[in-house]
């Protein structure tokens, strides 16, 4: 059980004790570890699915599970990734605990909508348990028609009910980031005075309430054309397969936007402190997110470039997908520049920085070679978009997740991480990392396909890299849950501000008083601005 | 080629294309990756916090740098745009002298049928250097024909025809994959395709078991299916006479007009009362179940033979 820090003053972890005080807490701060629970065992879940994918394909033949078990583990694989940690990591956790704290707020606007959201995404999540401990779902985590309407045995519904339901905690997360930000500032924190981290939240809490929905029509009518076969996407039903493609892509290219807007956010905020100057170009940073919660929507037909997609509309989205490079772009290249004549700290949030704008810079360029129509007709459904979108979620989305947690840590439990061992496992992540996914851009473009239980002998070599590779990557995620666990009763004691950070959170105690500031804050600079809280300042360089 | 190859062997008039297309690709991400990399490594040394109470002096933002770093990566991604744009535009214009051919995908096999009547399954012999345009149909769910070699790959849908175009330029065996996850046994679904000096090709097909060609099993399928009891010849049936139907506009009922094409034929077939030629009364029933997607195939060709003058290429007949 996490145990306070300072047992004498009273924080939000000591207020109140028992598993009714968390089970019925309306303190978003509570509610956030919550979340953190539920989404690391759902990490751990479809991390463990990942291992057996990667043991099976260190052969070329089907030797370790079955065609149906294989297909079944990368299905949930992806649906446990995807919708019940990818999607809720960043926001519900560390957006939920540090968004209010960060605008000086006492919570989120609807504390109680918040409880409830948690409650959706773990209802949703028992659905989609219970469909994997039954016999699972085969269909991959995209639910492709007429495939998961009328020829998958297995438990599709179980499994589309779960992320139907999940999806509305979602939205209602979205939601109350959104009224938050408008109605709840402190005196003082004007728009263009808010971290980045509240400005991409509030650009994905955007995409939460306007894409969500959609794919919660979307499994509906799957869910009228499996059950009571009204025909809608199966062709023999009167239906159009593609139609599916249109109406999951709308949302599930947004969604990508969600797991990867929240992760810009913390970058910024961790390329700031540990630079201890502002972001360069904060306007254009903050502005990029809008842009690219917006762009967003208008690029999913991407998807369907060899689906029976007119040329035309290929071209028009090939067109619109190279727009969402540019504020993809003006983020890098903004928080490189932050780093000039700055005064840099190597702390261990910092190198997970690093290693996101390292991997995001990949991600985002191979992201534009799958925008190239003539070069995606060759790689899609191989193992480049695979690599592809794995340095986009993992790469980019996990690293600034870990990252985010290493920084905030002593402000969520009062106690700060071992620096060595979390420097190390950072380095072990990021080797991992690459040795996972970099030969997996070869395979495709070798012609690999993906979802393949049994491959040519030809690909063996790099598949064992991968493999190779997914081990390191493990034992790097093992070790952050290991000494996190440590620190909560051995770590040192942390101070209020331990990083020197000038954002609200780390004007108040850690761990935080249950109302999160004594005094409401009045805020009367800028964001970023170091001079208030160290030193002299000094030309470095 | 090496041991270890990075790029799959170059088969087809495509693969040159796209590996070009890919070495420029490559090369602005390598640019920009060790830009980015190396910027990170010097600034971050280079600026390595020294004390800890130093406070960096904060220079004003750069405009000039932010139009700079917009407007440059605007202009790569643009010529990404147009030059992957090219690539795939030749890509869905088949030539008009291509050779045609039928694929059907079912679970978890490809079925190729030649017009000369061959049917291989998991196997398609090609003469070398002449374009072959394929027809595909679906027997079930969505399965995507892929040959890496050649740097091609269409998704086949259930319920309506895609093409795919290529001309081999070298021979040798190929990889067929599918590429769109179609089930248990989806990687299973692979097969060869055999790229064959032109004389060998000729041999090839005249070997094997000869069941009459395309339109002649259509035909047949015809008869069996007393489709010849209404759509009479001489227009006297209760249906339109079929003879040089083939790729002319036909007046609907409903005032619409449409080509007869091959998807127009396939859709008479198994859904009759979509689409009612103007003077007739709705009277077929649906033939959905009863002819397979290769039966529908065969009877175009049959409906084709009939014309007088079946149309060529383009492939926007069929319809991309």
Redesign the interface.
Known sequence: MITAAVPERENYLNHAYGIKSWLLTKDHKRIGLLYLFTVTLFFFLGGAFATLIRIELLTPQ?NFVS??TY?KLFTMHGVAMIFFFLIPAIPATLGNFFLPMMIGARDLAFPRINLLSWYLLVIGGLFSLFAMLAGGV???WTF?T??ST???NSWVIATALGIFISGFSSILTGLNFIVTVHRMRAPGMTWMRMPLFVWSHYATALIQVLGTPVIAVTIILLFCERVFHIGIF???L?????LFQHMFWFYSHPAVYIMVLPAMGIVSELVSVF????V?????VAYASMAIAVLGFLVWGHHL????E??YS??VF??LS?FV??PS??K???W??T????????ATPMLYA?GF??LF??GG??G??V????????V???YFVVAHFHYIMVGGTIMAYLGGLHYWWPKITGRMYPEGWAKLSALIIFLGFNLTFFPQF?LG???M????????DEFQ?LHVLSTAGASVLAVGYLMPMIYFIWSLRYGKVAGANPWGATGLEWRTASPPPVHNFDVTPIVTHEAYD??TV???????? | MGKFPLIPEQASTFAPDVDHLTYFLLAVAVFFTVLIFCSIFYLAIRYRRRSDTELPHVPHGGMALEIVWSVIPFGITMVMFTWGAGVFFKESRPPDNAMPLYVVAKQWMWKIEHMEGQREINELHIPLGRAVRLTMASEDVIHSFYVPAFRVKQDVVPGKYSTIWFQPTKPGKYHLFCAEFCGTRHSGMIGWIYVMEPQDYQRWLSGGSFEGTLSESGEKLFTNLACSNCHKADGTGRCPSLEGLFGKTVQLANGAKVVADAAYIRESILHPAAKIVAGYQPVMPTFQGLVTEDGVLQLIEYIKSLGPKPIVGGGGALGK
């Open positions: 089907g065609s149906e297909n085969d269909t991959g492709y007429p495939y009328t020829y998958s199966d062709p023999t009167g239906g159009d397969p593609v630079s201890r100057k502002p360069f170009g904060y306007q254009f470039f060899v689906a029976t007119s040329v290929a071209l090939s067109f190279y490079a540019i772009a003006i890098v290249f903004n490189t520049a780093l000039y004549k700055g005064s840099i700290s190597f690093f704008i390292g810079t990949i360029l191979t534009l070679f925008a190239a129509l003539g070069f995606d007709v060759h899609t459904d191989t070869i473009y070798l012609g396909p993906r979802r393949y239980h049994v491959y040519p070599v170091y001079s160290v030193g002299q300042e000094v030309e470095v360089g």
